[in-house]
């Protein structure tokens, strides 16, 4: 168990439709990172928050979005979904703003029909 | 998005052999991380190098930070049958408006008992 808790672990929902990712990061961890994982794409980085701050930016779509709360947990916000939208989402969590030690989560399938 | 070239892509071997991969990449990387990911869960956390040259074991799992920082080299010695995954190197340079990591394509393992 790496301590970073994600839910929900299964997602199925429609085209065009908006869904949320939660992820709780390990005690203490301040940085969350955001993870897309496709077959033909692999492990892409989205995003990346530090103490409730975007830090940096990586291949997240306009149409989606991110935000780390006070309490350090963090959600993701996927909006108007497409089928090529439908992958594994990681959130992995680091002590530190430039923490190369990321730990991850278990992940959420998201599944767009 | 961008992935490093890992290699081989997969390796079928019987218990008790050793294993060998590696990762390359056209970039210099400050920071090379090794991570398995078994079906359905997360990456999780190998070994982490930091520095050109340097060579750190966890357990049977060797690894080493290549000397013109453009590769990475994972070694795992008598193998058993729970050594089976997917194993990613993953690397992190500064510089830039970025900073995050860049994975590898993946090395499937396999191991027959």
């Known amino acids: 168990d790496s301590g970073v808790t994600q839910t929900p672990k299964h997602l199925i929902t429609a085209t065009g439709q908006r869904v949320t990712l939660r992820c709780s990061p390990r005690?203490?961890?301040?940085?969350v990172y955001w993870y897309q994982q496709s077959l033909d794409q692999g492990l892409q980085f989205l995003i990346q928050?530090?103490?409730?701050?975007?830090?940096a930016k990586g291949n997240i779509l306009e149409r989606f979005s991110a935000q780390q709360f006070p309490d350090l947990h963090s959600e993701l916000n996927l909006s108007s979904l497409e089928l090529g939208d439908s992958a594994l989402y990681f959130c992995?969590?680091?002590?530190?703003?430039?923490?190369?030690?990321?730990?991850f989560g278990q992940g959420t399938r998201l599944t767009v029909v | 998005g961008q992935q490093l070239n890992q290699s081989p892509q997969s390796m079928f071997i019987q218990e008790g052999e050793d294993v060998s991969m590696n990762c390359t990449s056209s970039?210099?990387?400050?920071?090379w991380l090794w991570y398995k990911q078994d079906p359905g869960e997360g990456p999780v956390l190998l070994i982490a190098l930091y520095k050109a040259g340097e060579l750190t074991s966890n357990g049977r799992l060797t690894a080493q930070f290549g000397i013109t920082r453009k590769d990475s080299f994972l070694n795992i010695s008598a193998s058993i049958p729970s050594d089976v995954g997917i194993y990613f190197c993953?690397?992190?340079?500064?510089?830039?408006?970025?900073?995050?990591?860049?994975f590898g394509t993946g090395t499937l393992l396999a191991v027959q008992p």
């Open positions: 992995a969590s680091s002590v530190g703003r430039d923490g190369a030690e990321a730990f």
């Open positions: 993953a690397g992190r340079r500064y510089g830039g408006a970025t900073n995050k990591l860049i």
């Open positions: 005690s203490g961890d301040l940085s």
């Open positions: 928050y530090y103490n409730g701050e975007e830090r």
């Open positions: 970039s210099i990387f400050n920071t």
